[in-house]
C-alpha cells in the first residue's frame, strides 16, 4: 500500500498563532518546513514554521 503524506501544523514566529495546515511527504523527515506565508492576526507576510505534532 502507498504511505500517506502526514499532516503538519504551520505556525507564525511573529505571533506564534498557527494559520495554515499542509501534508508533508515522508521523504522530509529531517527538515522543518519554513515558508513565507501571510499572517491574518499580523496582517503581513511573515516567516511561519512547522510545529511540533
Keep these: 500500500m502507498a ?3 502526514k499532516p503538519t501544523k504551520i505556525k507564525c514566529v511573529e505571533c506564534g ?3 495554515y ?3 508533508k511527504s515522508n521523504k522530509m523527515k529531517e527538515e522543518k518546513l519554513e515558508m513565507k506565508k501571510f499572517c491574518k492576526v499580523c496582517k503581513k507576510h511573515t516567516l511561519h ?3 511540533k505534532k
Design 3 to 5: 504511505k500517506k503524506k
Design 21 to 23: 495546515h499542509t501534508y
Design 17 to 19: 498563532n498557527i494559520n
Design 49 to 51: 514554521k512547522e510545529t
